[in-house]
């Protein structure tokens, strides 16, 4: 069993979803779907969830989020299969929604945050960590459409063996969405010659009262910090082995779900094992 399960099926507090998520959701439980093929989420004003995807198997998945006046939601979505996924999320006014993303095997995620009333705020932490010859996406397209709304979405992916890698990120500011605060960065790693990672961070923007950033970036691993590692007794594979879970350990840090960010390092250990 991995660690996630593990985690989930022995904590109390935690309630698997079969169907519907529950309209009467509290933020005290941790709620979790494994493999769902279409899970309506809808958070009323004011309400709070905290939400588990697990893909374990190679299906296809839709995830359509509405979250009400001052909502708030946490999300975590794991692949360790080769998902299709789509995450649509519109949300009113001062809602926040905050997902984690973590792909462990090919998989290909399409995300759509629309922020539709004023001061909503929405996140987007992602890591992707491809070998041999997978093949990871990320799509997201944030959409500001109305004033006074941030966005942050941060990237990061890691290529070995044959594998691709892929990010394309949109921001959309429309006409009147005055001081939108958006921020996107893709950060990238190379593990060989045959790897690729293809990043794509773009800005769509039609207000001029705006605060607007975005960056990519595509390299190698360092080898000063190689050799320094080397220099107290590590093996290179150890040396190389840590600088990726360091780097990975960036996003995992951001899961706004605390208590899961020991199980997803595992993961990210074990992946690594494996690249």
């Known amino acids: 069993m991995n660690p996630i399960r593990k985690y989930l099926d022995d904590r109390s507090d935690v309630r698997p979803i079969d169907g519907l998520f529950p309209s009467d959701a509290s933020a005290e439980a941790l709620y979790y779907a494994v493999d769902p093929a279409s899970l309506p989420v809808t958070l009323p004003a004011g309400a709070a969830a905290r939400l588990v995807v697990l893909h374990e198997s190679a ?13 708030r939601l946490e999300l975590v979505e794991v692949f360790l299969a080769e998902a299709f996924a789509e995450i649509e999320v519109t949300q009113a ?14 998989a290909n995620l399409s995300c759509r945050m629309s922020l539709d009333g004023r001061d909503a705020a929405c996140g987007l932490h992602g890591l992707f960590l491809a070998g041999e010859r997978e093949h990871c996406v990320v799509k997201l397209r944030t959409e500001h459409n109305v004033a006074d709304c941030r966005s942050e979405s941060f990237v990061k992916g890691v290529a070995g063996g044959e594998a691709l890698g892929e990010f394309c990120g949109l921001v959309y500011v429309a006409p009147d969405a005055q001081r ?20 794509r961070p773009q800005l769509e923007i039609y207000a001029d ?67």
């Open 209 to 275: 009262d705006v605060k607007c950033t975005h960056g990519a970036t595509v390299g190698q691993m360092d080898d000063e910090a190689i050799f320094y590692m080397r220099q107290r007794g590590l093996s290179e594979a150890q040396a190389r082995r840590l600088q990726i879970e360091g780097f990975a350990a960036d996003v995992v840090g951001r899961c706004g779900i605390e208590p899961l960010r020991d199980a997803l390092m595992q993961l990210v250990a074990a992946k690594m094992e494996r690249m």
């Open 93 to 106: 006014a001062r809602s926040e929604c905050r997902i984690t993303t973590l792909q462990l095997a090919g």
């Open 59 to 71: 299906t296809a998945s839709a995830l359509r989020i509405e979250l009400g006046e001052g909502a």
């Open 180 to 199: 939108t605060d958006a921020q996107q960065q893709s950060r990238n790693v190379l593990l060989s010659d045959a790897a690729r990672i293809d990043t």
